[in-house]
């Protein structure tokens, strides 16, 4: 029988993920089936428990399960650790091992398919959540000039920024305290654009050639992107890469071999192009 992987979320029927697991598993020629499960909301454990007793070998984990899933994992990696979440599970009998792929794939579209490596960079990251917390350690580690963590509460900021002093120097503050500042690369990682609002941002934060990265991605420009665009930045780009990339490093970790990416993620534009959507 194929090896069973999936991902776990609520909703999930949108995601990306089976076809893409699908597309790397034809071209390294692995034997397995990826499929999307729907966890209840408060059944999330039970509904782990059950794939792996069915003969589930690994899974992602996608919202809003992230942070039980770091509490499920019986061992996690230090990048998981560090994140307080965990995107992808790895069931070697009674032992889960728990690892966070984000900030890994969001650094390797940065460099790989952006051509912008962060070291040296003014990096500023829009918001405090769980989206932030999965990326800044790997952010920081990257050896960024400066990294500012900007939240519409300005203590879950600082909060951030305190909890994670120890993979690097990195301040936060409010929105509002960003004026008179710019910076090379600003990253989105609030829910803004899944609600499709703006963010209160001031003028001027843009510096000359900045990339504006959205880490959501959907029907067109995310309002953030529109904003950037308005704004002055230089390049902008969506989180499908990003997507792409976290998926290589799970499908590495459970099969020991790295997928190419760069056809599969040529693959989902083109059928969002097809499609109108992703």
Request: overall charge neutral; glycine content about 12%.
């Amino acid at each position: 029988m194929s090896d069973r992987y999936g991902v776990f979320g609520n909703p999930v029927g949108h995601s990306r993920s089976p076809a893409i697991h699908a597309a790397f598993a034809a071209a390294c020629h692995q034997d397995l089936v990826y499929e999307a499960i729907l966890a209840p909301l408060d059944g999330f454990a039970a509904s782990v428990r059950a794939f792996v007793e069915a003969g589930g070998c690994g899974a992602n984990v996608t919202l809003p399960f992230k942070p039980e899933a770091c509490r499920l994992a019986t061992r996690l990696t230090s990048r998981a650790r560090l994140a307080g979440a965990v995107n992808t599970l790895s069931f070697d009998g009674q032992e889960w091992l728990g690892d966070n792929t984000d900030g890994a794939g969001l650094l390797r579209d940065l460099a790989h398919n952006l051509g912008c490596p962060i070291a040296g960079m003014r990096v500023l990251l829009l918001g405090a959540g769980g989206a932030a917390r999965g990326v800044l350690g790997p952010l920081l580690e990257a050896g960024p000039r400066r990294l500012v963590i900007a939240n519409r509460t300005e203590a879950r900021a600082h909060e951030l920024a305190a909890r994670m002093a120890s993979a690097g120097e990195v301040s936060g503050c409010s929105h509002a305290q960003l004026a008179g500042q710019s910076f090379d690369l600003l990253i989105n990682a609030t829910s803004a654009s899944l609600a499709g609002a703006p963010l209160p941002l001031p003028d001027g934060l843009f510096a000359s050639g900045s990339l504006a990265y959205d880490m959501m991605y959907g029907d067109g420009q995310t309002p953030f992107l529109r904003l950037a665009g308005r704004c002055g930045a230089a390049r902008l780009a969506d989180g499908l890469g990003m997507l792409v990339e976290q998926a290589a490093e799970a499908f590495c970790l459970w099969r020991g071999v790295r997928p190419a990416t760069a056809p599969v993620l040529a693959m989902l534009r083109s059928a969002g192009r097809d499609t109108g959507g992703q």
